[in-house]
């Protein structure tokens, strides 16, 4: 059997009319002589009935702080609605599909509710279905434990199990399907006509998810990149040939080519924080800064561009956590301040390895557009700005004028 493994995001599956041509993608595989095996997302978005934010919003009203294991069988429930919907679509249809939860289709995890990572795989169930040409629709997102708690893998999650499904099949190729037609240059709900980005490589759409981009989860790309699996991100709606993520040129698996663009895309995080904490103390020499660090860590406190010097530790936070950084702080005597409405945003390119002159650029780009920056950080493949969040937009544009991101044949 050569398998095609087909993920579809909770957008593509919003509709009835978006369940059809989902089925229809489906079964235009069958017909190019493939077997389909399908993973799902929850139906829809925030606000739709079936939706994880729905759900998540169901339990805490009866609790706001739900016990981890109840909110996680809670939050399976949508993708096994849509796992069924999907398949009683194409069983209407005339081809015959079979709902499995994460857990019947073999799928085994650690016991961390709420990101759990996939420790093993027993795909015969999907093999069995596949042998009797039954289409296995898998919910994503979800497993369980050795002992038998369902588990889920965190937001994106459905992309994971698309890949580890794939990775137990050793089929090379996972479709993922969404509401745009592949990764964009920049968001195109700030530049509604960025072109469609035609290759990446593993290392610039881990970047781009990483730093905002919600194209695919960076821990899916992770493992196509450990197993070699090429990855297609495909709009269910548009016809198009999409983007294909591989390896960079050079590799022994399929590769993409690198282009000579320095930048490739833009992304951004909204909503953040910017931390400042000074003291009399030098932080470089004493052992305030590791308490500091600890107290964040054991308080699941996320931080990132992080700033130190003898008299200054600074770095961002999600706005969520602003009240618990206060009060985690608050104990310490330190000078510190947290100031909400920022942004972070970041232009990520293979191609500005070892190229002078990017960071000019970035800087006096948003110099001329007025756009105050307030720090930075940079690796390999990226450059980070932290910027007011009012400025966002302007930031985007003058970026992407800078680096000619407009231009298809990307």
């Not at 109840?70 to 194409?90: K, P, Y």
């Not at 821990?219 to 983007?243: F, P, S, Y």
């Not at 964040?296 to 600074?314: E, F, G, H, K």
């Not at 400025?391 to 992407?400: I, Q, S």
Request: proline letters at 3%.
């Amino acid at each position: 059997m050569e398998f095609s493994v087909l993920k579809f995001g909770g957008s593509s599956l919003a509709t009835e009319e978006l369940r059809r041509l989902a089925a229809q993608r489906i079964i235009e595989k069958i017909k190019s002589g493939f077997v389909p095996v399908v993973v799902v997302s929850a139906m829809g978005r925030a606000g739709d009935s079936y939706s994880t934010d729905s759900l998540i919003d169901v339990i805490r009203r009866a609790n706001p702080n739900p016990d981890p294991q109840n909110l996680d069988l809670m939050l399976s429930c949508g993708e096994i609605i849509s796992a069924a919907v999907l398949a009683e679509t194409l069983n209407q249809l005339g081809y015959r599909a079979q709902a499995l939860t994460g857990w019947q289709a073999g799928i085994v995890t650690d016991q961390e509710f709420g990101s759990a990572r996939i420790a093993s795989i027993d795909p015969e169930a999907i093999i069995q279905a596949c042998r009797e040409q039954i289409i296995p629709v898998v919910a994503g997102f979800q497993g369980q434990t050795d002992s038998g708690r369902v588990t889920t893998l965190g937001r994106g999650g459905s992309d994971i199990t698309a890949v580890a499904v794939a990775a137990a099949l050793e089929c090379p190729v996972v479709e993922i399907y969404t509401d745009v037609d592949g990764v964009k240059t920049v968001d195109p709900r700030l530049i509604p006509d960025a072109p469609t980005i035609k290759e990446l490589t593993y290392g610039e759409i881990i970047e781009l998810a990483h730093l905002g981009a919600k194209v695919v989860h960076p821990r899916a790309v992770e493992i196509a990149m450990e197993a070699g699996i090429e990855l297609k991100i495909l709009g269910t709606e548009q016809a198009g040939l999409g983007t294909t993520i591989a390896a960079g040129a050079g590799s022994k698996k399929r590769s993409v080519k690198i282009t000579d663009r320095v930048v490739t895309g833009i992304a951004h995080l909204t909503r953040r924080a910017h931390v400042k904490i000074s003291g009399q103390e030098d932080f470089n020499k004493s052992e305030l800064t590791l308490r500091i660090f600890d107290l964040l860590a054991r308080n699941q406190i996320s931080i990132d561009l992080i700033y130190l010097s003898p008299q200054l530790i600074a770095f961002i936070i999600d706005e969520a956590k602003v009240d618990l950084v206060k009060q985690v702080l608050a104990d310490l005597g330190l000078n510190t301040t947290v100031e909400k409405g920022y942004a972070k945003v970041s232009v990520v390119g293979a191609g500005m390895h070892g190229v002078p002159g990017v960071m000019a650029r970035v800087v006096r780009s948003l110099e001329r557009a007025n756009v105050p920056i307030f720090q930075t950080t940079d690796s390999h493949a990226n450059i980070s700005c932290l910027i007011r969040e009012k400025d966002l937009l302007e930031a985007v544009r003058a970026l992407y004028a800078e680096f000619e991101l407009s231009k298809e044949g990307m």
